[in-house]
């Protein structure tokens, strides 16, 4: 990329907006270092996409302002030669994180107009190496959904269409025909980096928020081990489930983005005093000499048969590239679906309860204090919430706290134990399928049986459930031309193993190819 | 386990979340589907299980008792809907 005359180069490209939009982050880095393109032209050919974008609903705030002034300081430090880890690189975050002085809604009404006034720690740590702010992406409200359904702001469109849909562009900016869901909590992340409306996103995962969306739309996305990264600012779901990763078009860019993300905090007790590794150099490792676990319960009934081959495929890879690949057994897999859906709303109603109308927030005027409370959460809350404020209540509730949640709870020392057995057998990673199927359409799911929806996340929940590190990697299509994802679980703190075995499915399967934009 | 109407009105008022009487039929049918998806979890023999407490080992950190933070009054209630020298204002929490 280097050349005598960078400008000169740029300006013989077709459409130099595109190419710069559809950089990898380690090539953007390259580029900038090598002074093929600014921060500040990276910045505008990313805000002239995202404005072209605007029907897809990825972003609930743009912040191109921002942006500019965030890609100038980038472009003065890189003139000194200096800069960070990630100097000059576009970044979407998740609306889950506070970002002082820029609203934070979390995807719900409840917060009004809250701008928080301080920085999260996952944030923070982005800033610090350098990297530029585009906006705040749409997420299922509180991190509650799998389809970004939930959000307060409206539902995200897919950029991924099946073969011979009715999906287009309307005459008025809106989208025609039943476009697809991105998956959630993180769907205006996935769906951002799918269609190339910034180079990564951060993104939050209590029960498969990250891989779920990030399988549904052909992108890289990692739950890294709970207490890798700091929850401090991050709007809190479920305490012992939430963890804060990246999602990314390439193995080597979600391992970028994590090491900036990653490290010790202070101010989250939860937060692991370890130091961060280098997870990019991990990439390169190879698998062999590594045992491969392919645990027999993950085979469910009613799984697609397309899912099932591409399981199979992902073995094979592996065993290609010199992996040994075993039969493991995870026998209380199937409890972990139930016991998260006591714990995960357990947890939220708690951590809710401070969304009251009294210190930020919406507020619906009442006749005393309860009146203001109830009002305003009913106001405020949407209904996937409530339900799950309402489950998490009853089991925690006096009579019910031994037979419910004390129950979920034990399940959760159980299905650890089950990982903890077979890695102590000399399993270094287990293969899994990410979802159960491939993207749906919106509307298609949940509006009957709430069970449906929660469905989605058979695959992942285990993986929050024992506080293991988890990444989707895109290993093909399906017939209708969807994107596929398999899953990867590894050992506490080993999120450089998981790296080294994506990256070999990521050589196998080749880079998968994201759609064109076909929504401006 | 289901749950009848006077208990969905019970919990939506310890969750301090107000439901119309429109309302309470249609929760209850959502939280019992979850209630008996969740039934499957007595299968389970959990005799001599300890509930998972800590999802990572690890010793909780302390920290000195000093303070090291705050004297920025106004920065805290800056979001708040009703204030007056720094306190939230609030109706009327006692009869």
Redesign the interface.
Known sequence: MAGTCPAMTLKQRSSPVTELTHLTIAEARDGLKAKSFSASELAKAHIAAIEKARALNAYVLETPEKALAMAKASDDRIAKGEGGALEGIPLGIKDLFCTDGTTTTAGSKIL????P?YESTVTRNLWNDGAVMLGKLNLDEFAMGSSNETSAFGPVVSPWRREGSNVGAGTSGAIEGNHLVPGGSSGGSAAAVAAHLCLGATATDTGGSIRQPAAFTGTVGIKP???RVSRWGTVAFAS??DQAGPIARTVRDAAIMLRSMAGPD?KD??C??LPVPDFEAAISRGVKGLKIGIPKEYRVDGMSPEIEQLWHQGAEWLRAAGAEVVEVSLP?T??AL??Y??VAPAEA?SNL?RY??????L?E???????????T??AG?GREV??R???G??VL?AG?YD??Y?????????I?RDFEEVYAQGVHAILTPATPSAAFGIGEKGSG???EM?LNDIFTVTVNMA?LPGIAVPAGLDSQGLPLGLQLIGR?FDEETLFATAQAIEDAAGRIKLPQAWWA | MSVDEKTVRRIAHLARIAVTDAEVPHLQGELNAILSFVEQLNEVDVEGVEPMTSVTPMIMKKREDGVTDGGYADKIVQNAPATEDNFFLVPKVIE
């Open positions: 009004g107009n809250f701008h006034p081990t709970y207490g012992s489930l202070a007790t939860t692991a005093d209380h199937k409890y139930p016991a859906y006591i109603s309860a009251d109308g009294v210190r930020y927030g507020r005027n009442g006749k005393d204090i309860v009146d203001l409370y109830e009002k959460r009913a809350f409530k339900r404020i309402m489950i209540t009853y509730s019910y037979a419910y004390v129950r979920a709870q034990k399940l959760r020392t159980l650890k049986d709430p069970v929660y506080g506490a």
